[in-house]
């Protein structure tokens, strides 16, 4: 059996992440009390089910705490458990909500939608790093399907890096391992032909490539992430994320996530996205 455990912040996608699930064939049960998800699994598995999808987050109260040990208790009996924890900029959860105009789970009368936020992230702080975490603060509905439809997909056997490219002035990935920075790079925006492009096409990968200390640049974060990458295999991670950011988020960034996924997928599973990209 197949256990995918959906969690993270309100607001953040996870009725998206849900139904994406669902239409990949799993069995989908939403806002399950944390205290019932090992029953839940023994009944669906004598009942014949094979895959099955759980969101459980805040709603469960502080029982969403305890999910760590009871998801080890649910894998010793032979499920294969995988954890999807989606997140965002707390900005971007209040707007979402303030646009629905929908009330936030925690919301009492009292505390102000910002303060409801800043008090879930702080309930949910115990299990944020016991999956993989998706930061979906720049993406549209349609990007965050096909980026789980990619999660579902990939053997977990195995470590998979992922490389990421994302826009300083847009802000960090929350789910970023590790963050390199190429603003210090030729600039493709200042280019009037190469401004429309992006890191994928032809005329700014050759302008990259030979331009002043992108080769050196390629070269460092290449050897670091090569010479970490068993450390975190050794750790038993499932994901590592590797974000490298520009300006924009549209030429430097996105030619080294391509050019370095390009070099990793010989010997490793990898993924790219580029968070600036429609």
Excluded at 45 to 71: E, F, H, K, T, W
Excluded at 139 to 156: C, G, P, S, T, Y
Excluded at 213 to 225: A, E, L, P, T, W
């Amino acid at each position: 059996m197949q256990l995918f455990l959906i969690s993270g912040l309100s607001g953040s996608g996870k009725s998206v992440a849900l139904k994406v699930l669902e239409d990949s064939g799993f069995y989908c049960v939403d806002n399950l009390p944390a205290d019932l998800l090992d029953t839940l699994v023994q009944h669906l598995r004598q009942a014949g089910y094979s895959n099955i999808a759980v969101s459980i987050d805040v709603r469960s109260a502080n029982s969403v705490q305890r999910l760590p040990p009871l998801l080890q208790q649910i894998r010793e009996q032979g499920v294969d458990v995988h954890v999807l924890f989606l997140d965002a900029q707390s900005d971007a959860l209040v707007k979402r909500f303030s646009e629905t105009r929908r009330l936030h789970p925690l919301s009492d009368g009292v505390r102000t939608l910002p303060e409801c936020v800043s008090h879930e992230r702080e309930l949910l702080a115990a299990i944020s790093d016991i999956g993989h975490h998706i930061d979906t603060t720049e993406q549209e509905a349609n990007a965050l399907r096909a980026w789980i439809k990619q999660f579902i997909k990939v053997d977990r056997a195995r470590l998979t890096l992922l490389f990421q490219s994302f826009g300083f002035k847009h802000g960090i990935p929350l789910d970023a391992d590790l963050v390199f920075d190429v603003r210090c790079l030729p600039n493709p925006h200042y280019n009037e032909t190469l401004r429309p492009l992006t890191g994928r096409d032809s005329a700014v990968i050759e302008f990259l490539d030979s331009a002043a200390g992108v080769q050196d640049m390629f070269g460092d974060i290449r050897n670091f992430v090569e010479r970490w990458l068993p450390s975190f295999v050794a750790d038993n991670r499932s994901y590592l994320t590797v974000a490298i950011g520009c300006t924009g988020g549209q030429h430097r960034s996105v030619y080294f996530a391509e050019k370095l996924a390009r070099h990793f997928e010989q010997q490793q599973q990898v993924l790219v996205r580029h968070r600036e990209l429609v």
